[in-house]
């Protein structure tokens, strides 16, 4: 687990983010497009020739490895790669978390790109999400990162592509390990829940500058 300072301004993210978001939304478009259409080869040929053109042109000037995980001297953090969050990651639904006391609750749109079985979620999408969710509870709870040690998903029954709502609620801590709860629901109620050990790490790269964002926050 990796964190960078980057010392930018709330205004310098807006600005990157109203350029990425609508771009990544789009490719989020393309990608749902890509499984669906029905038009015949030639268009999908032409199709494949167009998105390889904008690649190259995208790679000219690109980070190595992933995007990372950069934070602001406030502590605002902007992990755009994230798989389940991303604000960059196209694959990302993306998971808008929202934090209360000790409770962690976000909603979704899953469509064709997270299917498993026909017309039904694919489970590790799911667990994919109650990960996230999972370390963003403890994380915020207790306001130091922490890493999923083990999660633990009973599947109860299938979840239905389209809206899903995910809740998560720290249980308990003991010294370094903070116990999550996990639900999932579709449209007709709960279809998955886990329970999470979160572990904060002893030591991480970026930690000092955690720490001292942390102890600046007022
Ligand atoms: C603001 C930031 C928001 C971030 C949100 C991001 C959410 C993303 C969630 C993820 O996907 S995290 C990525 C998936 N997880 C990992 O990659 C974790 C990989 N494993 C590790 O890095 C280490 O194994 C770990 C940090 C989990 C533990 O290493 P430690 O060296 O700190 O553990 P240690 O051996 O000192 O054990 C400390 C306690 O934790 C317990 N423990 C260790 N590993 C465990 C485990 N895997 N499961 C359950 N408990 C575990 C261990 O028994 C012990 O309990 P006791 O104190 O009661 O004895």
């Known amino acids: 687990m990796e ?33 669906r259409s029905e038009v015949d080869d030639a268009v999908l040929d032409r199709a494949r020739a167009r998105i390889d053109e904008i690649t190259a042109e995208l790679r000219v000037h690109q980070k190595p490895g992933g995007y990372g995980t950069p934070f602001t001297r406030d502590l605002r953090g902007m992990p755009w790669g994230n798989a389940a969050t991303g604000l960059r990651n196209p694959i990302a639904p993306p998971l808008r978390p929202e934090h209360g006391a000790g409770v962690s609750t976000g909603s979704v749109h899953l469509g064709a790109a997270y299917e498993g079985p026909g017309g039904l979620v694919h489970g590790g999408v799911l667990a994919l999400l109650m990960d996230q969710l999972v370390g963003e509870c403890a994380s915020t709870i ?48 709960v279809t998955a829940d886990g329970e999470a050990i979160m572990i904060r790490p002893k030591d991480f790269p970026g930690r000092d500058e955690v720490l001292a964002a942390i102890a600046r926050t007022p």
């Open 142 to 189: 207790v306001n130091m990162p922490h890493f999923t040690g083990t999660l633990t998903v009973r599947y109860l029954r299938p979840t239905k592509l389209g809206r899903v709502d995910l809740r998560a609620e720290v249980t308990g801590t003991q010294d370094r390990k903070t116990f999550v709860h996990v639900e999932v629901r579709d449209r007709e109620g």
């Open 3 to 35: 964190f960078r300072l980057e010392d930018i301004d709330p205004d310098e993210i807006e600005r990157r983010l109203a350029v990425v978001e609508p771009l990544t939304d789009s490719v989020r478009g393309l990608i749902d497009a890509v499984i």
